[in-house]
């Protein structure tokens, strides 16, 4: 059993930074990717991004592009999202969640592709 754990939300005004952080244990090695979704209120989640565990290969969503930087630190079975330039559009609740492919595929986009999911971090950015 797979448990993930986010951190590292928080209130700033637009144009400051945030790093969140997601603690994976319950596995003694991590072969899966990892994503990060985000869930603005009144709506449904929203793909931000992918990395491959092992070759860390990465996806963004095209909104984010530029501005949010995914990594992992393997030692830690730990996943990263720095955030920088945030917008009020960025606020939501941000969740970790596993893969459930060995490697990212066509839909690494898709909530539905990943099985196991943290209890999430809130963010919010006002203007």
């Known amino acids: 059993q797979v448990q993930l754990m986010e951190s590292g939300g928080g209130l700033v005004q637009a144009g400051a930074s945030l790093r969140l952080s997601c603690v994976v244990s319950g596995r003694t090695t991590s072969g899966y990717p990892m994503g990060w979704f985000r869930q603005a209120p009144g709506k449904s989640y929203e793909f931000v991004a992918a990395i491959n565990w092992r070759d860390d290969g990465t996806k963004y969503a095209d909104s984010v592009k530029g501005r949010f930087t995914i990594s992992r630190h393997s030692a830690k079975n730990t996943v990263y999202l720095q955030m920088n330039s945030l917008k009020p559009e960025d606020t939501g609740i941000y969740y970790c969640?596993?893969?459930?492919?060995?490697?990212?595929?066509?839909?690494?986009?898709?909530?539905?592709?990943?099985?196991?999911w943290g209890q999430g971090t809130p963010v919010t950015v006002s203007s």
């Open positions: 969640a596993e893969y459930d492919r060995l490697s990212l595929g066509d839909e690494y986009n898709h909530q539905s592709e990943y099985d196991s």
